[in-house]
């Protein structure tokens, strides 16, 4: 079982950054592919970056690609979402997700199994 919570949302001008951390528990992070997605009000969820199990291989949605970085640190067992050049259209609830999809970096969020509870970026113009 693993349980992920994420941190460093908030409210940022366009153009500016800001990181994301997701700290999961349990001792098998290592096993798990891990995956950011995120929800904008009225919109469906849609997946933005993520990272396999080793960190060797690295995925990013076409909408962030050159602005967002995946990462993680097995020692801190936590992956990062760096997001700079932030635009409106980035304002959401982030997610991340922990699933066993192995070398796989999967943007199919029904391969994620466990999921935190969300962390709100707003990005104002």
């Known amino acids: 079982q693993v349980q992920l919570v994420e941190s460093g949302g908030g409210l940022v001008q366009a153009g500016g950054s800001l990181r994301l951390s997701c700290a999961a528990s349990?001792?098998?992070?290592?096993?798990?592919?891990m995956g950011w997605f995120r929800q904008a009000p009225g919109k469906e969820r849609e997946f933005v970056a993520a990272?396999?199990?080793?960190?060797?291989?690295?995925y990013n949605a076409d909408s962030v690609k050159g602005r967002f970085t995946i990462s993680r640190d097995y020692a801190k067992n936590t992956v990062y979402l760096q997001m700079s050049v932030l635009k409106p259209g980035d304002t959401a609830l982030y997610y991340c997700?922990?699933?066993?999809?192995?070398?796989?970096?999967?943007?199919?969020?029904?391969?994620?199994?466990?999921w935190g509870q969300g962390t709100q970026v707003t990005v104002s113009s």
């Open positions: 990272t396999s199990w080793s960190g060797g291989s690295t």
């Open positions: 349990g001792r098998t992070f290592s096993s798990y592919a």
């Open positions: 997700a922990a699933g066993m999809t192995g070398w796989r970096t999967s943007t199919n969020a029904d391969e994620y199994e466990h």
